[in-house]
């Protein structure tokens, strides 16, 4: 099926369903913003794929910024605020250490993988950087910190600058396990996605523990 029969096909969908008019405009913004990117999708493009006339995009969301942005909160806030909730609940109970850390910050994604948000959230770090950046900063920049403090707890030897490159690295390993969930000349499905993640956690674990370790012996050797 060529892309002009897949997005008849989809809009035949749309107009047949009651989804109010705010959330069909996302629902195509999401679809055609993960199959063509930012700079290759219009706002004409998603008002046809949904179903609307253009001014009701405009009357939303302002602009196709706007609605970009809109498209990754609606599917980011969730995994954020669960993953805060989780935080919450273990630093209520004592100081939690890294693996407990970790976990927090990942089962919220696990439990998360459906539809087409892996790819929404692959496309946005492939983005150019004036695009994604501003994006990232607000979803992520507040959460970001939170874990800061955090494996700053866990880890109190551990510098906060040191910290936040292993834990940029970390969510960057993250990230490319959601675009490609398996290695080269592996089949896509050769885990599921729980041992996937399994590995992934063990791998930042590793990179947050050893890391630190490296860079205090090696101000040990510089002293």
Known sequence: MNFAMATSARTDGYQKTSVPTKNRILDAAETLFVEKGFAATSLRAIADLASVNLAATHYHFGSKEGLLAATIHRRVEPI???????????????????KSVVRSFLEPVIESMTGTLPSLIARL?????????PLLERE???????????????????????????????IGAMIHMLNFPSPPSMPPDALTREEAFAR???????????????????????S
């Not at 770090?125 to 950046?133: A, F, I, L, M, N």
């Open 140 to 170: 992520f920049g507040a959460v970001f910190d939170r874990y800061i403090v955090a494996l700053q707890r866990a880890l109190p030897k551990a510098e906060e600058s040191e910290l936040r490159w292993l834990f940029h690295f970390s």
């Open 125 to 133: 770090y492939g983005e150019p950087e004036s695009v994604s950046r």
């Open 200 to 222: 992934l956690e063990s791998f930042i674990l590793a990179g947050l523990t050893q890391g630190m370790e490296a860079e205090l012996d090696a101000k040990v050797e510089l």
């Open 80 to 98: 954020n605020r669960s993953r805060l909730e989780k935080l919450d609940c273990l630093e209520a109970e004592s100081t939690p250490d890294v």
